[in-house]
C-alpha cells in the first residue's frame, strides 16, 4: 500500500537551516565567535568565553542544586573541550520561546519551574505524580558530558547533570505491554509564547522505544555545567539521548507515558520525510535538505565529519540489529 501523500513541510522561515543561515545570526555568530578563539591543535575552540552575553539575554543564577555523585571523566563522558556555558544558555532551539536561536534565553523566562509536578503513567504498575524536587531527590545525580549534535548540522558538548531514565522506569515497573515511553512538554500558551502560535503542533511531544529509553546513556537532565537547567535549556526537567539529533531531547517534561504503541512525535508530525522516529545521527543518511555527513562544533571554523550514533555506536548500534536504517531513519 502506497503511503498517503506527507503534508507540506512548516513554512519555509521555520524550518531549522532557514534559521540557521539567517544572515544577523550569521553575524552574530561569527561575532560571537571569533572574540575568544584559541587555536587547538587542528581545530579552533573557545577557552571558557567569558564575555557577557547580550544585555537582553537572560542567564539566570543558578539555585543552590545537589551536587553529581561522579566526578572526572567517567566512561561514557566525552574528554572534548566542553562548549561554554554562556553559548550552551544563549544558542538554543526550544520552539515554545521563539524560532531564533537567541529567543529562548530572552523570552523563557516566563517559565515558572516551580510548583513541578511530572506524570508517570500509562503502562506501568505503579503510576505516580511526582513533585519535581521529590523526583530528584529520589535519584542520585551525575554528571555526563556528551556531545550533542542538531539535526540541523552543528553540535556542542554539553557536561549534564541528571540521572538515567532507567532509574525511573524501573521504579515505575513497566507493564509486559510496555514497548515505548512517550513524552510530552508543558502545554501553557500564556507561559510559552510560541505556543500561541501554530508553528508546530502543540505541545511537543517526543518518543523512544521501551530498550532505548532504559539504555544507560539515555539521561534525564535536570542541570548543565553543576547548576540547574535554566528555563530556556528545559528546565526543570529534560531529556538527553545523545546518539539522536537534538530534537529527540524534549524540553520541560511534565508527562511520560509507557505504551504499546509507537507515539507520535512533533517533528515527524511536521516533515515526516524530514525527520524519522528514531532520528538517530547518521552521517549516511541525509536530510532531504541538507548533507548530514558533517557538522559545525560551536566554537570551531573548521567542519567536522559527524560519526555515526554521535560517535556513541560502540554503545548502542547493537540495539538496532537488522533494522534498515536507511528507511527507519
Ligand atoms: N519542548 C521542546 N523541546 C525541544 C525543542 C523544542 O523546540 N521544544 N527543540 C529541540 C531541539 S531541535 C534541540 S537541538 C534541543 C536543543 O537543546 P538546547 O537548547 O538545550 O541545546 O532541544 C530539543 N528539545
Ligand atoms: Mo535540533
Known sequence: MADPLPPEPPASEVTPEKLYLRRRDFIRNVALF??????????????????????????????????????????????????????????????????DKSDPARHAGTLRTRPWTVVVDGEVH?????????????????????????????????????FPLARLLERARPTGAARYVAF??????????GQRRGVLDWPY????????????????????????????????????????YGFKGIKSIVRI??????????????????????ANVNPAVDHPRWSQAHERRLGEFRRRPTLPFNGYAEQVASLYQGMDLSRDF
Request: charge should be negative.
Open 34 to 99: 571569533t572574540g575568544t578563539a584559541v587555536g587547538v591543535g587542528g581545530g579552533l575552540y573557545w577557552l571558557g568565553a567569558r564575555q557577557a552575553p547580550p544585555s537582553d539575554v537572560l542567564v539566570p543564577d543558578a539555585g543552590e542544586v545537589p551536587q553529581p555523585v561522579a566526578h572526572g571523566v567517567g566512561a561514557l563522558d566525552t574528554d572534548e573541550p566542553r562548549t561554554p556555558y554562556d553559548v550552551v544558555t544563549t544558542y538554543n532551539n526550544f520552539y515554545e520561546f521563539g524560532l
Open 184 to 193: 510530552t512538554t508543558l502545554n501553557d500558551p500564556e507561559q510559552m509564547p
Open 257 to 278: 507515558t509507557l505504551t504499546r504503541e509507537q507515539p507520535p512525535t512533533t517533528w515527524n508530525l511536521a516533515a515526516p520525510r524530514e525527520y524519522g522516529f528514531y
Open 205 to 244: 511531544v517526543e518518543g523512544l522505544r521501551l530498550d532505548e529509553a532504559q539504555h544507560p546513556l539515555t539521561l534525564l537532565a535536570s542541570g548543565l555545567y553543576g547548576k540547574q537547567l535554566p528555563p530556556q535549556n528545559g528546565a526543570p526537567l529534560r531529556l538527553v539521548v545523545p546518539w539522536k
Open 126 to 162: 505503579e503510576p505516580r505524580t511526582w513533585d519535581i524536587d521529590a523526583l530528584l531527590a529520589a535519584f542520585p545525580l551525575e554528571e555526563r558530558v556528551y556531545r550533542m549534535r542538531c539535526v540541523e548540522a552543528w553540535s556542542m558538548v554539553i557536561p549534564w547533570l541528571g
